[in-house]
């Protein structure tokens, strides 16, 4: 028995790792403790943010990447809030059911020369969800076309926005211009607030020093070039929750600016 005792001391023994780069070899890899998957979570999110996002973003020509959609805005789906100003009584299933989106939403985009089989050859026709993450390549202004889906920026709120190109003209510097809007919504978003504690509180736009904050009819070529952005190519469902827990979680401690009421 004590030469058994022996022989598994000396093994483990034979088996730590003697220099320094085998020790963290070890620790990170081998080490089954609370520590361990510590380290080993703080070093993924180093590797994705300084590495992987750079990377892709080299690729992609965009400074965004990956992008997470934390808002139903482009869903194909009824809600509470209805779809596209309509409340119908069925609960139907639009994204498998395109004749019934067009049905409740198609008026809108008719008035505005985008007909039923034109929208039905743009990317993403049947939309995308909430929790989403999009694959974001970047485009020059002149090759964005109707039923892209462009993310563009404001200075109002640190996430970008995710909202499908409905109309894109120039002006006489021959600049361009876009207009865009989300599947879900009943119209382009034209958003006004008054600023609150450095925070921008949305209102109506009669509300006495109330600013537009957010403006989907004319969005310039600025807020693509200057922060690099581009359209989605494509989208992997779901995975976006990552972020949207983490961001709930921490608005649960305060009302930050990233923090997002659930609204119609």
Known sequence: MKNNSEDRRNSENRKKPKTLLKKIWYFLWHEDSIWSWIANIIIAIVLIKFVLFPLLGLIFSTSHPIVAVVSGSMEHKITGCGICGQFPEHKANLEENFDEYWRLCGGWYEKRNISKEKFNSFIFTNGFNKGDIMFVHG?????????????????????????????????????????????????????????????????????????????????TE?????????????????????????????????????CQKSTC
Request: aromatic share 12%; glycine share 8%; hydrophobic share 35%.
């Open 139 to 219: 485009k020059k202004p002149k090759d964005i076309n109707i039923g892209d889906i462009l993310i563009f920026q404001t200075k109002s709120r640190p996430d970008p926005i995710i909202h499908r190109v409905v109309n894109k003209w120039q002006d006489k510097n021959g600049k361009f211009h876009f207009q865009t809007k989300g599947d879900h919504n009943s119209d382009s978003n034209q958003l006004y607030g008054i600023i609150q504690n450095n925070m921008i509180i949305q209102t109506s736009k009669d509300t006495p020093g109330a600013i537009k904050f957010i403006d989907e009819t004319d969005i």
């Open 222 to 258: 600025d807020q693509i070039t200057d922060y690099k952005l581009g359209t989605a190519s494509f989208r992997i469902p779901y995975v976006g929750y990552v972020k949207i827990g983490a961001v709930n979680f921490i608005c649960l401690f305060g009302d930050y600016g990233f």
